[in-house]
């Protein structure tokens, strides 16, 4: 077990970090259904694209004539670059996001990433914890985050993680960013396990993240060492639990943990019994994994 005196750092950074945006939040529609959530500037910024969206009661909706995924993509397309030379969204990344009723369901329409905060959209990313050592008393590796990264420059972040673009499976997604950002082969990355999913409802500066991250542990050599190879990292680091749990606990300093990242470790140390079940915050670090939808408009659906 990991040292008690942690536990309540932990609980009260994440509970700070993840704290859900404040309601009332603007909401874009599609049949009816919530595509995004906005903040009340970013919902007035949006509704001055009048050739694309109207007001509706509590946000706005597409104009008729948009009738499709293809319209709906092409418009968006025009108005995220729009906001991208404004200086409103974090750089272009030349990659989309497929935006529907649930994941691997014909989407609404797919938006540029760099769009997606600014949008509220949902998303999905994978994540992968590098373990190593025996089940009982494991290891675990962190990455440096570049400090040239628009998002959690230089923070520490899991061993492996990326959202999931248009098209792409989780599966697929592991493998390539295990390659990139790790240097792990593929057969290698394809022992990751599944370990379930956390959810991420906040409201960092760049607009609201709505998240879910599927969770892999993959179990690694004791010689092995990731290599970063895509430039989005710049460093590795391997702890034992304890010291996990005091990264995570981190609100400033150099050895901070990203907020996505520090949750999946929180699942990690939970799954492995770490923490133990009689402590007092057990039930509440619990509750932060699967935040309960909130009673307003804008809360997850």
Same mark, same amino acid.
């Given at each position: ?17 993840? =704290?859900? &945006? ?14 995004? /959530? ?80 600014? *949008?509220?959209? =949902? ?5 992968? @914890?590098?373990?190593?050592? &025996? ?9 440096? =985050? ?11 972040? @899991? ?41 991420? *409802? =906040? ?20 010689? *092995? ?12 680091? /391997? ?31 939970? /799954? ?18 699967? &935040? ?10």
């Amino acid at each position: 077990m990991i040292d008690s005196g942690i536990l309540t750092p932990i609980l009260r950074r994440l509970t700070t970090s993840l =704290r859900p &945006p404040r309601p009332p939040l603007q909401l874009l529609r599609v049949d009816g259904r919530v595509a995004g /959530r906005l903040d009340a500037e970013r919902g007035r910024r949006l509704a001055a694209f009048d050739r694309v969206f109207e007001r509706s009661p509590d946000g706005l909706v597409f104009l008729p004539r948009f009738r499709d995924a293809a319209t709906r993509s092409e418009a968006l397309d025009e108005v995220a670059r729009t906001l991208s030379a404004e200086g409103l969204l974090t750089p272009w990344r030349a990659e989309r996001y497929a935006v529907g009723p649930g994941f691997g369901t014909p989407p609404w329409f797919l938006l540029e990433r760099a769009a997606a905060r600014f *949008f509220g959209v =949902r998303t999905f990313a994978a994540h992968v @914890n590098g373990l190593v050592g &025996p089940p009982d008393a494991p290891t675990l590796w962190f990455a440096r =985050r570049s400090p040239q990264k628009a998002i959690d420059p230089g923070q520490l972040d @899991n061993l492996v993680g990326g959202g999931i673009a248009a098209g792409q499976t989780v599966a697929a997604t592991v493998v390539k960013e295990a390659l990139e950002e790790a240097g792990i082969d593929a057969a290698l990355a394809r022992r990751a396990v599944p370990a379930g999913a956390v959810h991420v *409802f =906040r409201a960092p500066a760049d607009g609201i993240q709505l998240e879910t991250i599927f969770v892999h542990d993959l179990w690694l050599p004791a010689d *092995f060492v990731p290599v970063p190879t895509d430039g989005e990292v710049v460093e590795f680091r /391997r702890v034992d639990l304890g010291t996990a749990a005091w990264l995570i606990a981190r609100a400033e300093g150099p050895d901070r943990v990203t907020v996505d990242a520090s949750l999946v470790v929180l699942d990690c140390l939970l /799954r492995h019994g770490a923490i133990a079940p009689d402590a007092p915050e057990f039930l509440s670090l619990e509750a932060l994994r699967h &935040p309960a939808p909130g009673a307003d408009a804008g809360a997850p659906d």
